[in-house]
């Protein structure tokens, strides 16, 4: 099974719709993360959470909103979607950093979101 | 703030030829810089990371990227590609008190023709 799962995997929906998409992860983490990808502009981070009761913004969080439920699980909101939003989205997970040293991120395999 | 920026973004090559994928950063503190593979359909998965010693580092598949402090760059480089080598990659600047959190850059679509 995969370390890093997202649900659903693909998702097509209606401008002003509510959507939510899931993470979750078996690596026993505490870090988690949100990013859209967009072609042409790379990965941008919208959430991230360093353990279930920190949760902080990243570069494009207007629009969503996330919730930590467990250590294992990060949800993304749109609570109003709208048409640029359509977009590739990944969660990734990662350790604690230790000293010096950096932990990489574990990405998912991708939810596209499409908002007509 | 830190930035990264790929320069190319896209390299088409033919198989069993050599590639480098350029990558430049900027910041006012020291980074850690790392170079992700997308596969098609897939999520991101690390080559290699830089984060201090020596300035050439390998990763997976053959790739090694060499890191050059003066001129805020980290170009990635396979001396002789396959066909499966075809994917997109990113390279990737955290600041040391980003708190892990990545800066990506745009993305360099490597296709490798027979």
């Known amino acids: 099974d995969a370390d890093v799962t997202q649900t659903p995997r693909n998702r097509i929906t209606k401008t002003g719709k509510r959507i939510m998409l899931e993470c979750s992860q078996t690596?026993?983490?505490?870090?988690m993360y949100w990013y859209r990808q967009d072609p042409g502009l790379g990965l941008r981070l919208i959430y991230y959470?360093?353990?279930?009761?920190?949760?902080n913004k990243g570069e494009i969080s207007d629009g969503y909103s996330v919730s930590r439920q467990a250590q294992a699980k990060f949800s993304l909101s749109l609570e109003s979607a709208i048409p640029n939003q359509t977009a590739l989205y990944f969660c990734?997970?990662?350790?604690?950093?230790?000293?010096?040293?950096?932990?990489?991120?574990?990405f998912g395999p991708g939810t596209r979101l499409t908002v007509l | 703030a830190q930035s990264v920026t790929q320069l190319d973004s896209q390299v088409p090559v033919f198989e069993e030829a050599p590639v480098e994928l350029r990558c430049n950063y900027s910041?006012?503190?020291?980074?850690?810089l790392f170079w992700y593979v997308q596969y098609p359909n897939q999520g991101l998965q690390l080559l290699l990371k830089?984060?201090?010693?020596?300035?050439l580092v390998k990763g997976i598949n053959g790739f090694e990227a060499e890191f050059n402090k003066s001129q805020t760059s980290f170009h990635l480089r396979k001396p002789s590609v396959h066909i499966s080598d075809t994917a997109e990659y990113f390279c990737?600047?955290?600041?040391?008190?980003?708190?892990?959190?990545?800066?990506f850059g745009e993305g360099t679509q490597l296709t490798v023709n027979p």
């Open positions: 990734a997970t990662s350790d604690q950093d230790w000293g010096d040293s950096y932990n990489e991120q574990f």
């Open positions: 690596k026993g983490h505490d870090r």
């Open positions: 959470s360093f353990d279930v009761k920190d949760i």
């Open positions: 910041s006012s503190v020291s980074v850690y």
């Open positions: 830089y984060l201090s010693g020596s300035t």
């Open positions: 990737a600047a955290r600041e040391e008190t980003s708190g892990s959190r990545l800066t």
